[in-house]
């Protein structure tokens, strides 16, 4: 049967008091970017629920998509019937005998904002549900969490019928928290940051350092595909590549080996500080997470983070290992996170970096590097490129994988 309407039902929005208007007008916003592929698509959003009229768009393309946009509780394909109550009749029996398999219990659940429609709620339930009985005399009608809740809506246009709900995104729409700079590596941790950064309403943009030629093109372009892993759950996402190896040649020349660790850590993060001043970003993300390597010890942490008062977020800081694995395979991005290539700071990884760096070590050993100036030039050589989502068949086929 072909579905002419979604019907989407608002996640968290609905708590949000005097917010809720800025954050419906959000997530409608971003339900049109992501489907800018289907035009005829219109979007109805009112308070309580988000009307998408399909105008002839396929629902099998559009639903994997919408499963993906953060605000979103759940969501409902529904068929549009004239308001008749032979017509009705006709709809329930047909649907029923798509999905009833012998074993599910049904109830039918019909609503009315149309008060002149002949029949009321409860005259609906009772009709409706007798016939489905008299195609299927063994169903069982279920009042409580029915295995087949058939939706009824009688409106002023039309009638609309759903059995299907199905499950969202959750989260908040992404621009309703403000913007915020993602350090993203070639890792497994830094991308999964960035998914929930992103499900909490954060716009992010990706910054990548790379150090050519100690680092590669194939480096590079696995930060960008995993970059467009994340787009399908805005459309696009910035990516900003910082030039980094001559200021990796200058630590290693200038520093003892113990310490080019905590400032090269120090060096990124003034440098992302400064980025997310020019794109007026609020906040930085990481994918640090406690214990796992030198870098990322409390005391570590304490000396890396001196060098700013930007908040910085660490969505991943108290998860374990293999709990971050299990959201990279959910959002797709383990597999590339996987392959091989060195990445800036496994290249110029010492061989036994401090776990306890010393701040006053750390100052004085910065003394001999011409910090303002390396600033200055890497920005000079910051390379800007939009990425967009993944084509279409590909989103298809891993949604598929979901269910
Ligand atoms: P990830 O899996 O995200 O690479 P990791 O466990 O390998 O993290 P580190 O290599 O210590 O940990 O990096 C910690 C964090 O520092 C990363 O999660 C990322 O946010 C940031 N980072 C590290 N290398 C880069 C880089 N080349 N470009 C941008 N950010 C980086
Ligand atoms: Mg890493």
């Known amino acids: 049967m072909k579905y002419s309407e979604i019907m989407v039902r608002y996640g968290e929005l609905s708590t949000k008091g005097k917010n809720r208007k800025s954050f419906i007008m959000q997530l409608a916003q971003n339900v049109r970017q992501a489907l800018s592929d289907f035009p005829e698509i219109k979007i109805h959003a009112d308070r309580d629920r988000m009307h998408l009229l399909l105008n002839g768009a396929d629902s099998a393309l559009v639903i ?19 308001k008749d109550v032979q017509k009705l009749k006709d709809a329930v029996q047909a649907i ?12 039918i659940i019909a609503k009315r904002s149309d008060h002149d429609f002949e029949l009321t709620s409860n005259e609906l339930n009772q009709t409706l549900g ?5 195609i299927f005399p063994d169903i069982e009608a279920q009042m409580r969490k029915p295995d087949i809740p058939l939706r009824v809506e009688i409106r002023r246009d039309a009638a609309y019928l759903s059995y299907e709900t199905i499950k969202g995104a959750g989260g908040l729409p992404v621009g309703t928290s403000g913007k915020g700079m993602l350090m993203l590596s070639g890792g497994i941790d830094s991308p999964v940051a960035g998914y929930f950064a992103m499900k909490r309403g954060v716009e992010i943009e990706a910054v990548h350092f790379a150090s050519p030629p100690y680092t590669s093109e194939q480096a590079l372009q696995k930060a960008k ?9 805005v459309g696009k996402i910035e990516f900003i590549e910082v030039p980094f190896t001559e200021i990796q040649e200058e630590i290693k020349k200038n520093i003892p080996q113990g310490y080019w660790m905590t400032i090269t850590r120090r ?28 870098s990322q010890t409390l005391q570590s942490m ?21 709990e971050i694995i299990e959201v990279a395979e959910q959002i797709d991005t383990f597999e590339l996170s996987v392959q091989p290539f060195e ?10 970096p401090k776990t306890r760096p010393r701040l006053d070590k750390v100052h004085q050993y910065e003394e001999r590097l011409p910090i303002e100036e390396m600033i200055e030039r890497a920005l000079s050589g910051l390379k800007m490129e939009t990425i967009h989502t993944a084509t279409e068949a590909e989103q298809v086929e891993e949604f598929a994988d979901l269910l």
Do not use: W
């Open 130 to 134: 007798n016939a489905v009985v008299d």
């Open 96 to 107: 029923m005998k798509e999905v009833y398999t012998g074993k599910e219990t049904f109830k």
């Open 225 to 233: 595909d995993l970059t467009a892993k994340l787009t399908p759950y």
């Open 267 to 294: 060096m990124m993060l003034r440098l992302t500080d400064e980025i997310r001043r020019l794109r007026h970003g609020l906040i930085i993300l990481n994918g640090e997470s406690l214990g796992q390597v030198a």
């Open 64 to 82: 994997p998509k919408l499963a993906k946009i953060f605000g979103i509780q759940n969501f409902s394909p529904s068929i549009r019937i004239e």
């Open 343 to 352: 990445d800036c700071c496994t290249i110029f990884a010492p061989p036994q």
């Open 302 to 322: 304490v000396a890396i983070n001196e060098v700013t008062n930007t908040p910085i977020i660490r969505p991943v800081a108290t998860m374990d290992k293999l």
